[in-house]
């Protein structure tokens, strides 16, 4: 009798919780759109300065782009748009058990295929193109000179607290990775190192890793409410240019870490691929059109009030009409009930 009083005892507590937890959960609509723009594309940093969340993002891009070519030969499916945001480290770790086919590269405009709408339970999603509204913006900010659209997109999700806030995986642009190696340098530059033995052992022990994409702009955003809303962006935008490498002192150093050498002593500029990272931690007003700098691009974000899924109807709300105003970068109080 005890131990079904318990155990009834602990249901309860449980469906409680959960009634608790899906009225607490507080549903905001997101719009980005980040550019390329003209800079200084030599200004770069070896190491992310972000300080941003490391749990596994979800990826509501490359699912929509990506063929896991072994899947398919085996009559898999792979992972459903839902089970990429329940369990991106799942959903990551299979596609790297497969062959996968990368596009090379990403439509600047990311969307549903139809008009969606965030259901209780859920934590992420996506939006159809058509729920977009920075349209006027996007229209007005590609009449500038050097400007260049890399990515425009819209979610919505269930805020948290930064503990257990998930993180958005944003990739966008080309893929580099027939053209550079990770490290920066082109891939059509082979190592010459003439003072060094080569020793080449033609065994495969099949864990030759698999070639990732190289994007030109791949990163996160982490959005969490903390009684008011904060954003970290932890960013790499890529841009090719030439790196300016002293030969000399490669040859000085037979066993020198640098790719390249050569005999000639004289400096060569070789093709290269620099990048540039944009992290920042910000705190926004919902329903304010916010503006992320950086020399070399900038973000555009809106993080909009929207209805609860828990007091939607079966139909989608109407999109409301908006005056967009861009907000400069000065910070403006603010109050809880802003948010």
């Not at 299979?94 to 990311?110: E, F, K, T």
């Not at 400096?267 to 503006?291: C, F, G, T």
Request: glycine fraction near 4%; aromatic fraction near 8%; proline fraction near 6%.
């Amino acid at each position: 009798m005890l131990k079904q009083t318990l155990f009834l005892a602990t249901t309860l507590l449980s469906i409680s919780g959960s009634a608790i937890a899906a009225d607490d959960e507080r549903w905001f609509e997101v719009e980005i759109y980040i550019f390329e723009r003209q800079g200084n594309p030599y200004e770069e940093m070896l190491k992310n300065p972000a300080n941003i969340n490391q749990r596994q993002p979800v990826d509501m891009i490359l699912p929509l782009f990506t063929t896991d070519i072994s899947g398919a030969s085996a009559g898999l499916t792979g992972c459903t748009e839902q089970q990429w945001i329940d369990n991106p480290e799942a959903c990551h770790q299979q596609l790297d058990a497969g062959h996968v086919s990368y596009p090379s590269r990403i439509p600047m405009n990311i969307g549903a295929a139809q008009p969606q709408y965030a259901k209780v339970g859920e934590s992420t999603v996506l939006l159809a193109d058509s729920q977009a509204q920075f349209s006027d913006i996007i229209a007005t900010l590609t009449q500038e000179a050097d400007h260049k659209g890399l990515l425009h997109m819209t979610w919505q999700q269930s805020m948290q607290p930064r503990r257990l806030a998930t993180p958005v995986r944003l990739i966008a642009g080309d893929d580099f990775s027939k053209r550079y190696n990770q490290d920066g340098y082109s891939i059509d530059h082979q190592q010459v190192a003439p003072v060094i033995p080569q020793f080449n052992f033609d065994i495969d022990f099949g864990t030759t890793a698999k070639k990732q994409p190289i994007w030109q702009l791949e990163g996160a955003i982490n959005i969490y409410l903390d009684h008011y809303l904060y954003v970290e962006t932890a960013l790499t935008l890529r841009e090719e240019g030439q790196k300016q490498l002293n030969t000399a002192s490669l040859n000085d150093n037979a066993f020198s870490s640098e790719p390249y050498q050569t005999v000639s002593g004289t400096s060569s500029p070789l093709p290269y691929l620099y990048k540039i990272w944009m992290a920042q931690n910000k705190r926004v007003i919902s329903d304010e059109i916010h503006y992320f700098d950086h020399p070399n691009m900038g973000m555009i974000l809106q993080i909009r009030k929207m209805t609860q899924p828990s007091e939607m109807t079966d139909q989608l709300p109407e999109k409301p009409s908006q005056e967009v105003v861009i907000e400069s970068n000065t910070q403006t109080e603010q109050t809880p009930s802003d948010h």
